[in-house]
């Protein structure tokens, strides 16, 4: 199994380019169901979750040429709406597919996603608001089996909790319902903007985008064609590479990227003593010699991101005193914490809060990735640490960062891929 194995200690410097954001990819990938024509997808990042639903589509029937950032994909030839446990299991963002394929044949299987490594993550919020656009539901054999024989109808949704994907799903089969759907307490992420700014471009009318109340007019089951998409850059990679100049105490500069994203992260990072250059299209990071601590609560966009928590426990771990991280999305988000502990942190933890007391250094270790954002944020305190640190299980890492020691080595990191 591969494993990246990182000497510590020195500094980064140059220019990185930040890939196509990941969880904008999976649901516009997930949207393409909703065509039956031909469609090109620029901007991909090449990662291991974009191959993953992207032959879910195939497994479908679809018809998809893939070459790491660009897919053409046609839906046309889908003759299967069953979205089996293998690719599901693999991957939980499958459950985007739900909406769509409910929305356009009317009926699909999709395989319920189990637990996963942060928390139960539950998709209550999505089977009942399909139900409430006409869906019959019914969880047999480990499937969410849903039917709509007379097609969706619009609705007013209001969500208990903001839910990224539960937004999507919702604004998918909305885009083919008959009538008018209201999302009340939507997700604002930039990600949600790029998916209602993709329907729009296929002529779905859609008002409230980027707010916290989406209206959406259906087609009433007629099928989309859309333009070439774009998918916009990854603000938590970009995030992760902010981090990686802090934590480094680097002036690093990140090319194709919106800055306009990653307010939250930034303004942290501030507090931390980073400076920024900031451009249309690039931001460029000048780390501190000795960082301050922070306080941190992870919320809902435009708040301050769950999926970057992980990666400002590692910076805070050397930070000149005691940081407060809590958080507020996920019950078990902090699997990263006894792995970082072994690199020589001193984080205390209880319930959803971590208390991180900065320690002078850290020191090379044998650690292993937990999940997607918990790996980065071992990377991240493996390029300080004194000596030699092999993060193991970076399958996690392959999930969702684009070449990331590739990357990390052209900033001057000393990481190598190994096997063993
Ligand atoms: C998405 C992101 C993930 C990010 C998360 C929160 C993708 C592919 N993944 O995940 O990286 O960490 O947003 O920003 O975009 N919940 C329920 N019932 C539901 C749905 C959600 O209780 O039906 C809960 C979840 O367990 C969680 C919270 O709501 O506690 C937010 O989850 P949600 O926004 O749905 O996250 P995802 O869309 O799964």
Same mark, same amino acid.
């Given at each position: 199994m591969d494993y990246l194995e990182i000497i510590g200690g020195g500094k980064l410097s140059g220019n990185v380019k930040i890939s196509g954001a990941k969880n904008s990819a999976l649901p516009v990938i997930a949207a393409t169901i909703l065509s039956d024509k031909p469609l090109t997808l620029t901007n991909l990042p090449n990662v291991v979750d974009i191959r993953t639903l992207l032959k879910l589509l195939t497994m479908l029937g679809g018809k998809v040429e893939h070459n790491d950032t660009v897919a053409v994909v046609d839906n046309g030839t889908i003759n299967s709406t069953?979205?089996?446990?293998?690719?599901?299991?693999?991957?939980?963002?499958?459950?985007?597919?739900?909406?769509?394929?409910?929305?356009?044949?009317?009926?699909?299987?999709?395989?319920?996603?189990?637990g996963c490594a942060i928390g139960q993550r539950p998709i209550d919020m999505h089977l009942k608001a399909l139900e409430s656009m006409g869906a019959i539901i019914e969880i047999k054999g480990g499937y969410v089996r849903a039917e709509a024989p007379n097609g969706l109808?619009?609705?007013?949704?209001?969500? /208990?909790?903001?839910?990224?994907?539960?937004?999507?799903n919702v604004l998918?089969?909305?885009?083919?319902?008959?009538?008018?759907?209201?999302?009340?307490?939507?997700?604002?992420?930039?990600?949600?903007?790029?998916?209602? /700014?993709?329907?729009?471009?296929?002529?779905?009318?859609?008002?409230?985008?980027?707010?916290?109340e989406i209206t959406i007019e259906g087609t009433n089951?007629? !099928?989309?064609?859309?333009?070439?998409?774009?998918?916009?850059?990854?603000?938590?990679?970009?995030?992760?590479?902010?981090?990686?100049?802090?934590?480094?105490?680097?002036?690093?500069?990140?090319?194709?990227?919106?800055?306009?994203?990653l307010k939250a992260v930034i303004d942290k990072l501030e507090v931390m003593g980073c400076s920024f250059d900031?451009? !249309?299209n690039s931001i460029t990071i000048h780390g501190p010699e000795k960082l301050k601590p922070v306080h941190i609560i992870t919320t809902e966009y435009p708040g301050f991101p769950t999926d970057m928590q992980a990666q400002f426990m590692a910076i805070a771990a050397i930070a000149d005193g005691e940081s407060i991280i809590e958080e507020r999305l996920f019950e078990n988000r902090f699997m990263h914490v006894s792995e970082l502990n072994r690199l020589g942190s001193d984080i205390w933890l209880k319930g959803s809060l971590a208390a991180v007391h900065g320690v002078e250094k850290l020191y090379g270790a044998d650690v292993m990735a937990t999940d997607l954002r918990a790996s980065s944020?071992?990377?991240?305190?493996?390029?300080?640490?004194?000596?030699?640190?092999?993060?193991r299980r970076i399958y996690h890492l392959d999930r969702g960062y684009d070449n990331l020691e590739g990357k990390l080595s052209k900033l001057g990191a000393n990481i190598t891929r190994k096997k063993g």
């Open positions: 069953k979205a089996v446990y293998e690719i599901v299991s693999q991957m939980r963002a499958s459950i985007l597919v739900l909406g769509p394929l409910l929305a356009r044949f009317k009926v699909c299987e999709v395989s319920l996603p189990g109808h619009g609705a007013k949704i209001v969500f /208990d909790k903001i839910t990224v994907g539960g937004t999507e998918m089969a909305a885009a083919l319902a008959n009538g008018t759907t209201t999302i009340v307490n939507a997700a604002r992420e930039p990600e949600i903007v790029q998916l209602c /700014d993709m329907l729009s471009s296929a002529g779905v009318v859609i008002t409230g985008t980027g707010t916290g089951g007629v !099928p989309l064609t859309f333009p070439e998409t774009k998918i916009i850059p990854d603000r938590i990679e970009a995030g992760t590479y902010l981090c990686a100049g802090a934590i480094s105490h680097s002036t690093i500069t990140l090319d194709e990227v919106d800055a306009n994203h900031i451009e !249309p944020a071992l990377v991240l305190g493996a390029l300080v640490a004194e000596g030699t640190t092999n993060v």
